[in-house]
């Protein structure tokens, strides 16, 4: 029978005998111990010296060596006093607002004299500075003690002290993804939904939002940002190839086919490396010349045996990352960063200058943020116009660590201490910071001491925390699951809801223009209508579009039935149904050419699960052209990869404009046909235009010359509404009304389109008629009036 007393230890005798139980030895076996002279209570050995107690093998755990005993008596002596742990939902962001000099009054040469290098350090110890000296010691000492504890234990501890921990990685990849929810929560969700100074949104309407996911491999930070905003985000990633290399299959709470990954002219994701650095910039800038809204970066490695100078260890990964963001993020833009401890000149140096750099910024200690570690993140808000200088000096202080990198030498201050000493706001925030979040960590330390202590404690508000965590963070309290994969059926049903029942629409095919008199038959109003060019059918024309999962695009044939596609590797988010085309785009001319398979995009029903089927015509092009920029990566080194377009859009009374921007290209059978330049690189050739009309059939625009606006004439009731006065989809198109009343101008020869063809042939409608016959309709004749 085991005894409660926690000190009582069994005796030689009673061990001896339960290990040989334990064992079953033989009789046979303790006939050859007796040979060599084993005794009972006896050593072995020549002078019965040996030990009488056996090494228990089952009391190893994990690498701890064989006996080790651990002593934590001195952090678990006392019992666990719950009032001494403060849980703050919501927790309080305190900002340091720069309200003094900024950065554009420096030089590099100011700056750079400021740098003092010295012998490489290793400890802490003696950084005081920044913190109070005893909250230092208590923090480190707290550190040495838990060496001695195995992950295993360590973890069954912090499961069943920390309030936060059930929250575990809720519907995401990873817990990081938890923690950016955490964060943007606390920051009024300043990085999903980024605002101004004023307090004006960063975004226009149509705007993509555009961020930047550094050393952040498996990508939990991105997860959320796309979970938030679907493909209404653009992603870049950057991190090491590897193990720890983004896991895109695993983005079960979002699609990743907005999200780009890119790893720099050297393709190994280093972001010490300066190619690397500058290539990464630029190729964000090449998608977006102003640069991102905001930036993510959660670099971090290994520092087992050595997590009390875990900060020295990670200086550099500091400096590349803040380095990085200054580059990448444009004016106003925001930046979230881990950080470990900031007790060092140099970590703390780095703070100042981005403190410079912004508006204002805050070091923040998230609840999803175990509080037992030195983790931390600096969140940067409203980045300033005039920030090179700091990139410049930032790029020379990289430049001389990668020189001093297997030297005794090293960076010591960025910024002369004295210099932020003089800064009172500044040093006082910083050691108000150190103090809070080493306080804390000292409390989850002990915290976790008492429970690995005492088996039985257990933290009694984990559920009720939970659950309030995740609805001010906006998350579902659900577990992570794979996304369904349905039947084409079932798919179609939720998202067509009161179209599918009658699907004969879809079938309907597009009215041919053959003659002027088509054009007179079909076209009311010029005003009303748009076009878009089209292919020469190459690849079964135009028709809808269903992505069911990722990977899995479907096509709906003349028979009725959704294929799937094969042309080209289009990347189309899940829950996607738009009507388009896929065409050969060529790249080159003559015997050089390239053909490459693009998809098109025409309108749209939903996007990404997103429904636009009710919205006015030019909304749904609009966010269809957004949908594009989103998914579509023109800038990979792949030539062939497949490029996903919204197709130009021109208003009919501007059709001479579109076949002026149309030119010759000699194609590889060296025969010349006419092209429209989709980009800088490819161009397609088109078959002919489609028309589509923004407006219901009873209804035509017209131009009030009193208010000098539009105004929308019903042409049956004989009634007129402006923009303002409607109030239902009446008089806008929806998809289905737009789709049902489609016409095509189909180009069955290039006189069709040569501006100097004569008409020829009766049953074919030449650009001269059809460009005749809007110009009729813009500008009419006077008619002649009566004497």
Known sequence: MESDDENFEPTPKKIKRDWLNSYCYSNKVMDMMKKMGYEDDKGLGKSKQGRLEPVIAVQQDGRRGFGLKIDTTQWATDKWDPNMEKIEIPET?????????TCDNWTLQQLQEQIMSGDRKLTLDDETLFCDPVILHTILCAKTVFDDLNDAEKRRARARCNPFETIRGSIFQNRAAVKMANIDSMCDFMFTQPKDPAGHSLLREHDLLYFADMCAGPGGFSEYVLYCKSWQAKGFGFTLRGANDFKLDKFFAASPESFDAYYGVKEDGNIYDADNQQSLNDYIRRHTPHGVHFAMADGGFSVEGQENIQEILSKRLYLCQFLMAMKILREHGSFVCKLFDVFTPFSVGLVYLMYKSFRQISIIKPNSSRPANSERYIVCKHKLRQTQVVVDYMSHINELLEASANSDMDVLELISAQAMREDEQFMDYIIKSNNAIGNKQIVGLRKIAAFAHDTELKETCQAEVRAQCLERWHLPDKLRQAPEVKTTERLLAELLQDWFKERNWLQLPALELLSEQTLK???QNVADWHFMPIGRGELNGCTLFLCKSRGHLLRYSEHRKWDLVNSGSFNVPARSLFFGEIVYEQCGEGKTSQSVPALHIMDAICLGGIDVRRRPYLERVAMCIKFAHSVNKPFKRDCNYGAIRAKPLYRLEHLSA??????????????QRYGYMMDS???????????????????????????????????????????????????????KYCYSRRLVW???STLQVDESASEELPKILYRSEFENFIQRRLHPQPQPQPH
Do not use: H
């Open 93 to 101: 962001v305190e900002w340091l607002v720069n309200r003094g000099e």
């Open 658 to 671: 579109f076949f002026n921007r149309m030119r010759r290209y000699v194609l590889k059978d060296n025969s």
């Open 681 to 735: 690189q490819k161009f397609f050739v088109p078959g002919g235009i489609m028309l589509f009309c923004e407006l219901t059939s009873n209804y035509v625009t017209a131009f009030s010359r009193s208010r000098q606006q539009i105004y929308y004439f019903n042409t049956t009731t004989k009634t007129s509404l402006y923009k303002d006065q409607i109030q239902s989809s009446e008089v806008f198109a929806s998809f």
């Open 746 to 748: 189909k180009w069955t």
């Open 521 to 523: 038959a079909n076209i």
